[in-house]
Structures are given as structure tokens and as C-alpha cells.
């Protein structure tokens, strides 16, 4: 079975930081894309960021760019998202999602398997 568990998340006042992993189990997704998406509960899902298969290329939210940054780690099978200089528009459940392709995507309906969430709050 398929598991992405999510951890990390907390609440921090606006200007501070937290990071987030991913940890898959079930499957390597060595070979794949995964990514990070956020939702506020009236909201639709929102990509954050996405990263390759080798971490060599990654894309990012405008609204996260220069802030955000998502890495992996193939030892660990696991996905990062090191989040800076919060702000209280961040605030969200955070997903981690993997696919089964081999590109780099922003739609969720690119990817066939999501954690539970994590709770991010940042106050102002």
C-alpha cells in the first residue's frame, strides 16, 4: 500500500519559518515527479511546488516563488518544502502529492497519490 505522510507543519508568526517532509512508503517514486499543494477549506486545492525526478528542476506558485523551496531526497524517499518569510496568506493544509508520469506538473489531477495534510497557521 501506498502511504505519503506529511510532517512539519505548525504554527509560526508571519516572517518565520517551517519545513516540511514527505515521506512515501509502499513505492520508490525515484523515477517521478512529486510536489507540494495547499488548501484553505472553502478553497480549491493550489499548487505550491513541484520537483523532477533528480531535483533538477523544480517550479514554484508565483506566490511562493524566492520563498519557498522543495528538494528530495532518493535515499529517504522523501520530499521537502522549506518554507520562508511566512506570510498569513500561507496559512493552509499542505499536501504532498507523487505521480506516476515523468514530467513536472501543477494540476493536481497529474498526480495519483496524496498524503493526509498538515496543518500550517501563521500569524500576523
Known amino acids: 500500500q501506498v502511504r505519503l505522510v506529511e510532517s512539519g507543519g505548525g504554527s509560526v508568526q508571519a516572517g518565520g519559518s517551517l519545513r516540511l517532509s514527505c515521506a512515501a512508503s509502499g513505492r520508490a517514486f525515484n523515477s517521478n515527479p512529486m510536489a507540494w499543494f495547499r488548501q484553505v477549506s472553502w478553497k480549491e486545492r493550489q499548487f505550491v511546488a513541484a520537483i523532477n525526478w533528480n531535483g533538477g528542476s523544480t517550479l514554484y506558485a508565483d506566490s511562493v516563488k524566492g520563498r519557498f523551496t522543495i528538494s528530495r531526497d532518493h535515499a529517504e524517499n522523501t520530499v521537502y518544502l522549506q518554507m520562508n518569510s511566512l506570510k498569513p496568506e500561507d496559512a493552509a493544509v499542505y499536501y504532498c502529492?507523487?505521480?506516476?508520469?515523468?514530467?513536472?506538473?501543477?494540476?493536481?489531477?497529474?498526480?495519483?497519490?496524496w498524503g493526509q495534510g498538515t496543518q500550517v497557521t501563521v500569524s500576523s
Open positions: 502529492a507523487a505521480s506516476t508520469g515523468n514530467d513536472i506538473y501543477s494540476n493536481t489531477y497529474e498526480y495519483s497519490y
